[in-house]
């Protein structure tokens, strides 16, 4: 693994007049290019712990690093300008046309007019918002739209690091849902290091490489790959926060392809419904019920690969819960 | 005083052909008029600018800002001239203080709710993206707050307009001189054109920053025909 982009060594904040810490003793590393999703329940100072990163707030003790830096060594406004930042009311300024909105942080770096002129292009293709809203002002757009000109902005300067801060839970679950895909891809092209705040758990395990989950009073319970984070909760709290349907959540996580399947030819099955082996065992799990048949077939282009049964599903959750 | 100035005298309300020969005099007070009021207008922003920042700064300091602010403008404006000549004669400086001292009461609490206005998370994105404490306050505070802060810049100037006639009654300059000028003559028309002319400098005005602020905030109305 190459070095970690983040490195929070025994960062704890304890606001003003405040009895209890928001952040006790936090060490976590956020390896480069990975998103890390940031959990817990209000007040367990997940959001805090983003806005330590780009000095927004300040720890009241431990260190900070970004790629190697010790987030004190720089002025904090120019700290934040190497560091893309994403909030929930999007915040956009609405005295400012879309196109300026973009172009805030490349204007402060005092890039020159042509260079903005094309980054700001890139970037509409990039989130794929219409050319045409630029000269719009941000009132004029959609909620959907406003958090893709946000996220357009806070990518303008190209920043290694992207914070975003329950950037979603605004907008309706379907654009939210689209939102979210859009991000997945948006990561997978761009490889940046992303920490992402939410409280929503299947927000979490949709868009997390990792999930560091927090409980109240700051403490960090968990820091684990969404799939064994459900295989193996570290605590009760953990459990509980994951909810009733732990082993159908897993199951999401899990492609059909990558089951060990029955051969094609193994008996005659009948005539089973089929399932491409890019869906999840979920689905499989769904069609099965559904249908009531014993078995699903498992399609790659269109061709059978093999049979999933309910026994090959309970047994790849049971296998990993002895790992 | 004035009623049975009107009701004893024969003079008619208006001698038109007194305009015509002094149209000089008349452009000569209304531009002391305009002078005074766009003086005391901009100190006043300015003293006001300093006392809303420190509320902001200091929220306990609201309470005895604005009973000083109240308490100068509850001085009557005649008193308060009559005070301040001994000291600093009949130049422009006491009518100045004057009004500036009574815009005080208006303009600070405008600029504090202006400013408190301007949305939390555009500051806190301005912070996020990397802009210094001066530019987030010139390039979204200011321009944001600007909409509320013209409100209350109307309401100061015709104030203000209204007041720097009390000032005639000391011969301090602008329409006030011609009203006071009337009144000792026993000479309407030059009442009816002070008093004329005070009204409608306060309407252009008023429509002069209502035009201002249309003009500085074009996304207000971007906004508004979207929703």
New interface residues.
């Given amino acids: 693994m190459t070095d970690p982009a983040i490195e929070l060594r025994h960062v704890s904040k304890v606001y003003p007049g405040a009895t209890t810490p928001a952040v006790d003793d936090l060490t976590l590393d956020v390896p480069a290019g990975e998103l890390v999703v940031l959990v817990g329940p209000s007040g367990c100072g997940k959001t805090t712990t983003l806005r330590m990163l780009?000095r927004?707030e300040e720890p009241t003790s431990g260190e900070i690093r970004i790629a190697g830096v010790d987030v004190k060594t720089l002025p904090?406004?120019?700290?934040?300008?190497?560091i893309g930042?994403v909030?929930q009311?999007?915040?956009?300024?609405?005295?400012?046309t879309v196109e300026a909105n973009i172009a805030?942080?490349p204007r402060?770096l005092k890039w020159d007019k042509e260079r903005i002129r094309a980054r700001v292009d890139e970037l509409v293709h990039l989130v794929d918002l219409d050319r045409s809203l630029l000269e719009?002002?941000?009132?004029?757009?959609s909620g959907g739209q406003q958090q893709r000109v946000g996220v357009a902005?806070a990518l303008a300067a190209d920043p290694p690091v992207l914070?975003m801060d329950e950037p979603y839970s605004a907008v309706d679950p379907i654009v939210r849902a689209r939102l979210q895909d859009e991000l997945i891809d948006l990561h997978t092209r761009l490889g940046t290091t992303i920490v992402f705040v939410t409280h929503d758990i299947d927000e979490a395990i949709k868009l997390g490489d990792r999930i560091a989950m927090f409980a109240i009073g700051g403490h960090l319970a968990q820091y684990d790959p969404p799939a064994d984070l459900l295989a193996k909760p570290a605590s009760p709290f953990v459990t509980e926060f994951l909810g009733g349907d732990r082993t159908l959540r897993r199951l999401a996580l899990i492609r059909v392809g990558d089951l060990p399947l029955h051969p094609v030819d193994s008996g005659s099955v009948g005539p089973a419904p089929t399932i491409d082996r890019a869906q999840t065992a979920r689905g499989a799990l769904d069609l099965l019920v559904s249908s009531g048949a014993p078995a699903v077939s498992v399609l790659d282009n269109g061709r059978p690969i093999g049979l999933v049964s309910l026994a090959i599903l309970s047994a790849s959750v049971r296998s990993e819960d002895n790992t | 005083m004035i009623t049975q100035l009107f009701a004893q005298t024969t003079e008619p309300i208006i001698r038109w052909n007194w305009l015509g020969d002094h149209l000089e005099e008349m452009w000569q007070r209304t531009v002391q008029h305009v002078e005074l009021t766009v003086v005391s207008l901009a100190l006043g922003i300015v003293i006001a600018g300093v006392l809303a920042a420190t509320i902001r700064a200091f929220r306990w300091t609201t309470g005895p800002i604005t009973a000083v602010t109240t308490l100068l403008y509850a001085i009557p404006a005649v008193a308060l001239f009559a005070a301040l000549i001994p000291w600093l004669g009949t130049g422009l400086s006491v009518p100045i203080i004057a009004l500036t001292t009574y815009s005080l009461v208006v303009l600070t609490p405008f600029l504090v709710d202006a400013f408190d206005g301007v949305?939390?998370?555009?500051?806190?994105?301005?912070?996020?993206?990397?802009?210094?404490t001066r530019?987030r306050f010139w390039?979204?505070e200011v321009?944001?707050a600007l909409p509320a802060v013209i409100g209350g810049i109307r309401i100061a100037s015709v104030t203000l307009i209204g007041l720097v006639t009390v000032g005639g009654l000391f011969d301090l300059g602008g329409y006030g001189n011609l009203i006071d000028d009337g009144i000792n003559r026993s000479f309407p028309t030059v009442i009816v054109v002070g008093v004329v002319g005070s009204v409608l400098l306060a309407i252009v005005f008023d429509l002069a920053f209502v035009g201002v602020g249309h003009a500085l905030?074009?996304?207000?109305r971007?906004?508004?025909?979207?929703?």
Avoid: C
């Fill in positions: 780009n927004l904090a406004h120019e700290l934040r300008r190497g930042y909030i009311q999007v915040g956009l300024f609405p005295h400012q805030t942080v402060l719009r002002f941000p009132g004029a757009l902005r914070l | 949305p939390a998370a555009a500051r806190d994105a301005a912070d996020g993206m990397g802009l210094t530019q390039r979204v321009p944001l905030s074009p996304w207000r971007a906004a508004k025909a979207s929703t």
